[in-house]
């Protein structure tokens, strides 16, 4: 009896996709591993800890995060902002606030200490949108006032908080974006050194000098990654771009998140995903390219249908030339049916909720991360999770992330901190007729 061995061609491996994993959510971990309570007599939310107890319950949220395994950790800098420290019992000055606003990397920093991640961890300083600082908050809305209902307003306002961050002086003139990826693009006036100073002048010459400027370069320093979070408004996608055209040397890699909240998949102004990504990656005069774009805050049962449409958008432009594949990032909501109540502020099921999916949400996630590799379209993944996501649920992400790594031949990891990829952020919530569904350092 003859043998016919078969001559089907095997399927091609898997293409090798970098992932990197994000934390989870730190303010509602503040709230549910350590009585941490924020309500509008806290305007800066989880920041207040950056002046009450840093050493305490924040750091030890940090270094829970690490521990679970992630590789980026984003700073409690999400809703501040100089008018909300001022609005605090103490009245905190500009100069006061922007040195708190830099505790926070260092605080994040010191979390990989004995972490898996160890000097391969990653800090995201996270910039939450404008709306977050609001009272009340309207980051999920997108009800913002006239004032910064401009890209020029908007701009404005994002810039003064970054230059608490930013060494040196802004950069001068503008350049056209797409040439080049990451922070900040080329231009500018004069040589600069890594750091951002010019001719290498420690002491820069237009923030500030003498310790608040060596300050600024210390933690810049510490800073793998900006976080644009949760992003309403097609306005603001485009004044963010443009804040980071503005950083001189020294830029850093950035990404854009975006909140869709409600059953389409829109931001809260209505623009589509096909604008969303045109937005954040098209090229324009004085506008940065990130290294990475996707969602935050965002009920996980959505964040499928939404990648695959971030996919198509990416994919024509690229077709076109007008863009190169970038990082995606995706961090969407803990909550199985729980959405935050704005007046009793406690989480509750939502009466709509129902029958939620019995899959865990380290298994859902897990299986969209798989597939997205699997397509090989994007550079590298960050992934992880925001409001009601615990140091337990990044822990089994984990696992299955690694897990994935030792299937793979010999030479082959995912778990690479270093590799290119895109930070994660914080803070989540979504207005629906007074319930807020998903929160990070919002609580």
Known sequence: MSTIKSTKTPPPPAPHVPILLLDGGLGTSLVDEHGCVFNDSTPLWSSHLLISDPTAAL????????????????????QASFAGFARTRAGIDAVAAAQLMRSAVDVARDAFLGSPAGGGGKVALSLGAYGATMVPSQEYSGRYDEERMSVAGLESWHWERMRAFVPGRERVGSFEGGGGGGGGGGGGEGPEDE?????????????GDG????????????????AFETLPLRLEIEAVRRVMGRVRGGARDFWIACVFPGEGNRLPDGTCVRDVVRSMLGKGEGMAVPM???????????VESLVLEFESEVREMVAEGEAEWPSLVVYPD???GEVYDTTTKEWVKAAAAGSQSMMSWDETMWGIVKRATERGLWKSILVGGCCKTTPEDIGK????IDQSSSDRPAGESHHEPKSPAVPHA??????????????????
């Open 334 to 336: 803990g909550t199985n």
């Open 59 to 78: 750091r030890a949220t940090h270094a829970a995060f690490a521990r679970a395994g992630s590789d980026v950790l984003l700073s409690a800098t999400y």
């Open 292 to 302: 990475g774009v996707g969602l935050n805050c965002t009920k996980v049962g959505k």
């Open 211 to 226: 310790d608040e400027e060596e300050e600024k370069v210390r933690v810049w320093k510490e800073v793998g990654f900006v």
């Open 397 to 400: 992400l984990r696992m299955r």
């Open 426 to 443: 914080s803070a989540c919530a979504q207005e629906t007729d007074g319930l807020v569904d998903g929160c990070r350092n919002v609580v």
């Open 195 to 207: 750091d951002g100073d010019e001719d290498g002048d420690e002491d820069g010459d237009g923030d």
